[in-house]
């Protein structure tokens, strides 16, 4: 539906993002993961054409959009930025003022006002003001807002970092019937790596601007320090990871979660990245296959990827002691 060709985009000469081509389909729950600075809302953005690339050009239904046509095609697509502005007024207010703007009547736009106010868990606020509300009913505020136009894409950049668990957990199912209901395509700028695998049909991958070649999982923006020869040390959280790399200086790793080993007890191999902690999840990896996703705090959460049968045999589950262990040359360097 919406795409990006041979973009590359500058703020005051810097590249902040670069994509040979980025596309979200008719219809589709997108995931764009990385860690902070990565471009994710830069290329929220570009998607909203609210910039325009410095080089590159943006697609609709595989024609590229002119200048003179973006006013038009922004009413089919809406972003909602993380720290959402809402206007003065009501809730009842906010959430149908798109609809008011667009001539729709005053029943059909207080129906319409309702319903994604029941969606969203907004009823019974329906008559606050903004210095009445916390920053996550804002953000559902606003969100709610966004869904109420019906636009056929709809952007969102980090829409439940202020959200609580039971909030956030609304949020998702009133967009996932929204998808149900008709056709919309969600593209979510996020670094919760548990609601991306739960919620979105793909995840990409962001770092320092550039679609990640390995899987989300895992990703830290460090500074690389000499440790030895053709070894560099990066301080992750709480503990030192040790690269394979003749880099030095800011740079993006990335630990293959397959390229992880998982035991109960450190064990005589040539890895030399061994990090105790306890098991923190554990679930069906969502790429299939069979595989099992275990989530640790080894000083830092790290996510691997094991056997159903590995996972029996070690008796994983949360609050087990294990032990991650991978090799410096495992680890990906951006």
């Known amino acids: ?9 500058r703020y005051d000469g810097r590249l902040v993002l670069d994509l040979e081509h980025f596309v979200v389909p008719a219809g589709a729950m997108l995931a764009v993961v990385g860690h902070n600075g990565a471009g994710k809302s830069t ?19 595989g024609v590229p959009v002119p200048r003179r046509k973006r006013t038009a095609l922004r009413r089919r697509v809406t972003l909602v930025e993380q720290r959402p502005v809402l206007l003065r007024g009501t809730v009842l207010e906010n959430i149908g003022f798109g609809l008011r703007v667009r001539g729709i009547s005053r029943a059909d736009a207080y129906k319409r006002t309702a319903e994604v106010a029941e969606q969203l868990g907004l009823l019974s606020l329906l008559e606050r003001r903004r210095t009445e509300l916390s920053d996550g009913e804002v953000q559902r505020v606003a969100v709610a807002r966004a869904l109420a136009v019906r ?3 709809l952007l969102l950049d ?9 909030a956030a957990g609304a949020m998702y199912r009133a967009l996932a019937a929204e998808r149900k209901a008709r056709p919309l395509a ?3 700028a996020s670094h919760q790596l548990e609601d991306a695998y739960r919620w ?8 320092d601007g550039r679609l990640s070649p390995v899987t989300p999982e895992n990703l830290f923006r460090v500074e690389l320090a000499a440790a030895g020869t053709d070894t560099m040390s990066a301080r992750v959280g709480t503990i030192d990871i040790l690269v394979t790399t003749d880099r030095a200086g800011p740079a993006v790793l990335a630990v293959p979660p397959g390229d992880i080993f998982v035991s109960r007890e450190p064990l005589s191999s040539s890895a030399r990245n061994v990090l105790k902690g306890r098991v923190t999840r554990i ?27 590995a996972c029996r045999e070690l008796a994983l589950a949360p609050d087990v002691p294990v032990v991650f262990s991978f090799k410096a040359s495992a680890v990906r360097v951006f």
């Not at 980090?158 to 039971?166: F, G, I, K, L, N």
């Not at 790429?287 to 049968?309: C, H, P």
């Open 200 to 207: 979105a049909d793909d995840i990409r991958a962001l770092a």
């Open 1 to 9: 539906m919406v795409e990006l060709r041979g973009v590359r985009h």
């Open 283 to 309: 679930a069906a990896h969502r790429a299939g296959g069979g595989g099992v996703a275990v989530t640790a705090d080894v000083g830092v959460e790290l996510i691997a990827i094991v056997t159903a049968e």
């Open 158 to 166: 980090e829409p439940v970092s202020s959200a609580d668990r039971a």
């Open 43 to 61: 290329l929220l953005r570009l998607l909203a054409l609210l910039e325009t690339p410095t080089e590159g050009s943006v697609v609709w239904d």
């Open 186 to 188: 969600i593209c979510i």
């Open 151 to 153: 636009p056929d894409v």
